[in-house]
């Protein structure tokens, strides 16, 4: 009896230890940690730490590779062309991502990019580069509410280069004198506390998620100073913040991040909210994080375990990323399920896609045929709504894994609130005698003069023709 009892307790021991393994430390992240590294608390550049943690910065310099998975990757290249997503310069029509829209890379080519992309103009304000370099948090310390509204061209970026920035890096994640994980974009905080969420004694594991959380997020800038600020008060589904941005964001003077071109609709414009979908996703409730599966624990040569700082799908490391937890699954049995998920994520994506597509231009006919002004606000707001609930998912990295339920429930809501909108059209143009077959006709040619424009830049000029002519407000003079 004694013996069976000692080999059930170290069964219970070792069932306790991969528990604890894979949903990690419950321990209070602002423990003292003995590490003292010898660098200025204020050290932004990633390169002076390279030889105190050489195997950690060369796991961080492998995102340098251009490697791509079937639904995201590193490769620069544009979301317009043929084979991804030729069609969203008429969604964004009048806005910057109209313009240019390019496939997510590496944090490393952070500040690379958003120098080099054309929704960067003369106009743009500081809080564009908020999630791009390591001196955002120093800017934002020195200049308050000046760092956020002001001239990005002008004042923000040779500020930054100044001060000898790096692309998201260390110091943007860890406590440069001790490496202890920390938070270092006080929007984050302001958010989480809105929802009663207490961030002054969070858990390691807890650390693990809000790291990433502090950028991986959906965001908007206040209308009072242009400051980044996440629409959490309400909770983190995408039914919440859209409830957030009908009220508190209106209350707060924020109606819209832009008038659509086609339908004449004041917009929404969802941003990688891949923290919210994954706490809400059930790797999320499990308390599984983020670092769990994006930064895998590994054994450079064989030897040392260090976290990885490949910050990649975990596709590409899931003997690290999944095979810890999931030890009863083959692996290629395992990446065939997640590509499953994918796979009718984006059919499902695409399918939501075109009917919204089709909704503006309805309303469109709907603003040139006369119809009253309160049927075409009331068939506008079905599309506010139904891009909202589309765009929050599409503009999410994960192609619909981090939370399979909830992004297909979201694609659901878009395209009942785009029928909503076009049966409310159908029904107010056939009282005006519209010919709704050549509506139908004329809407096929334009999406069509979208897709074949070889020209990215130009595609959005195609959106607009004199069926359909454009509806933003002429500008101020």
Request: glycine residues 6%; charged residues 30%.
């Amino acid at each position: 009896m004694a013996r069976n009892f000692r080999w059930a307790y170290l069964l219970l021991a070792a069932v306790m230890l991969i528990i604890t393994g894979c949903s990690g430390s419950e321990e209070k992240a602002t423990s003292a940690n003995e590490l003292k590294t010898g660098l200025s608390k204020d050290e932004i550049s990633n390169e002076a730490f390279k030889d105190l943690f050489p195997l950690q910065y060369d796991s961080y310099k492998q995102n340098e590779k251009m490697e791509d998975t079937k639904y995201s990757g590193s490769v620069k290249r544009s979301k317009y062309d043929h084979d991804k997503e030729p069609y969203l310069p008429v969604l964004f029509n009048g806005y910057g991502f109209a313009t240019e829209y390019n496939e997510d890379r590496g944090h490393i080519y952070a500040n690379e990019d958003v120098r080099a992309i054309a929704r960067i103009t003369d106009k743009s304000i500081g809080s564009c580069l908020t999630c791009k370099s390591t001196a955002v948090p120093h800017m934002i310390e020195e200049m308050g509410d000046d760092y956020w509204g002001g001239n990005f061209n002008q004042d923000i970026w040779p500020k930054a280069e100044a001060m000898g920035h790096s692309p998201i890096g260390c110091s943007d994640c860890h406590d440069p004198q001790t490496m202890d994980l920390r938070v270092t974009r006080p929007s984050f905080i302001k958010a989480m506390e809105s929802q009663g969420i207490d961030m002054s004694n969070p858990t390691k594991n807890d650390m693990r998620n809000y790291v990433c959380g502090q950028c991986h997020v959906e965001y908007y800038f206040a209308a009072e100073n242009g400051e980044v600020t996440y629409p959490w008060a309400k909770g983190f589904k995408p039914e919440d913040m859209f409830e957030y941005y009908e009220t508190i964001a209106k209350e707060t003077g924020f109606e819209k991040d832009w008038i659509h071109n086609v339908s004449g609709t004041p917009m929404l414009k969802a941003q990688h909210p891949e923290f919210e979908t994954h706490i809400e996703g059930p790797h999320g409730e499990a308390g599984v994080t983020c670092s769990d599966c994006h930064m895998p624990y590994d054994r450079v040569d064989g030897k040392k375990k260090i976290s990885s700082h490949w910050w990649t799908s975990p596709l590409k490391t899931m003997e690290q990323s999944c095979a810890t937890c999931h030890t009863n699954r083959d692996m290629e049995e395992l990446k065939g399920r997640v590509m499953d998920i994918q796979d009718t994520h984006m059919e499902g994506l695409h399918k939501a896609e075109d009917i919204s597509i089709t909704s503006h231009y309805y309303i469109n006919k709907m603003i040139t045929s006369g119809v009253n002004e309160a049927k075409i606000k009331e068939a506008q707001a079905h599309i506010r709504k139904a891009q909202w609930f589309w765009d929050i998912v599409a503009a999410e990295n994960s192609a619909g894994f981090h939370n399979p339920q909830g992004t297909m429930d979201s694609l659901r809501v878009s395209v009942e609130e785009s029928n909503a909108a076009i049966n409310l059209a159908i029904e107010e143009l056939t009282k005006k005698g519209v010919n709704l077959e050549e509506v139908k006709t004329e809407i096929e040619k334009v999406k069509k003069a979208v897709y074949e424009e070889k020209d990215n830049f130009k595609k959005k000029e195609k959106a607009i023709n004199s069926y359909f002519p454009a509806q933003q407000p002429a500008p101020k003079k």
